[in-house]
């Protein structure tokens, strides 16, 4: 791993077009492939969510992002590794967040995504799971009957409507006001006998 210099000194403008030109060919070679939309009867639309932005930094780090599911510090090291000093900071990628709404929606794309991801694997385990492992005697297969906690966790996260959870709703009527708020009796020297 290396190690980061101190952002304000000057790099060397051969080491940066290098890396520049890195972080350029790895967003070209790991490029998204379109998905087709239906936009009406008539006509299909191409969207590619990483058509729009151009910055080769950004590119690379949200091509990192999909590859680490949304963990930026994953990402950030996974790029650090490829190309060095010249890998984006965290404060740029916040900074970026702030002040790009292409980059925010790329990484917003990322989360969601991820959260489906997770979903998908909750409902895995809430159906019960067949799972191949290797043994002694070669490999096995074992089936994992459905996950009570996993059910549990689920009904009591969405099943609300349905009366499931844990969640307390507290109604109040009537008015809030601080009149009939009880004083702390005054510690006067004469009260104490």
């Given at each position: 791993m290396t190690t980061r210099k101190n952002p304000t000194s000057k790099r060397s403008p051969r080491g940066g077009a290098k890396a520049h030109s890195k972080l350029k060919t790895q967003a070209k070679a790991?490029?998204?492939k379109p998905v087709e939309v239906?936009?009406?009867?008539?006509?299909?639309?191409m969207k590619d969510p990483l058509s729009k932005i151009q910055h080769p930094k950004k590119r690379a780090l949200i091509l990192a992002l999909r590859k680490?599911?949304?963990?930026v510090s994953a990402a950030?090291?996974?790029?650090?590794?490829?190309v060095g000093d010249e890998a984006p900071h965290r404060s740029t990628h916040k900074w970026w967040m702030e002040t790009d709404p292409l980059y925010r929606s790329a990484v917003q794309d990322i989360e969601?995504?991820?959260?489906?991801f997770a979903e998908s694997m909750l409902r895995q385990r809430m159906r019960g799971v067949t799972v191949q492992k290797e043994t002694k005697n070669g490999p096995a297969v074992f089936e994992l009957p459905p996950d009570v906690t996993a059910i549990m966790f689920y009904l009591?996260?969405?099943?609300?409507?349905?009366?499931?959870?844990?969640?307390?709703?507290?109604?109040?009527?009537?008015?809030i006001g601080t009149g009939n708020v009880l004083k702390p009796?005054?510690?006067?020297?004469?009260?104490?006998?």
């Open positions: 790991a490029e998204v239906q936009a009406n009867e008539d006509e299909t639309v680490n599911l949304g963990n950030l090291r996974a790029l650090e590794a490829q969601e995504l991820d959260l489906d009591n996260n969405r099943g609300a409507k349905r009366g499931y959870g844990n969640r307390v709703e507290v109604k109040h009527s009537g008015k009796k005054s510690l006067d020297k004469s009260d104490a006998t």
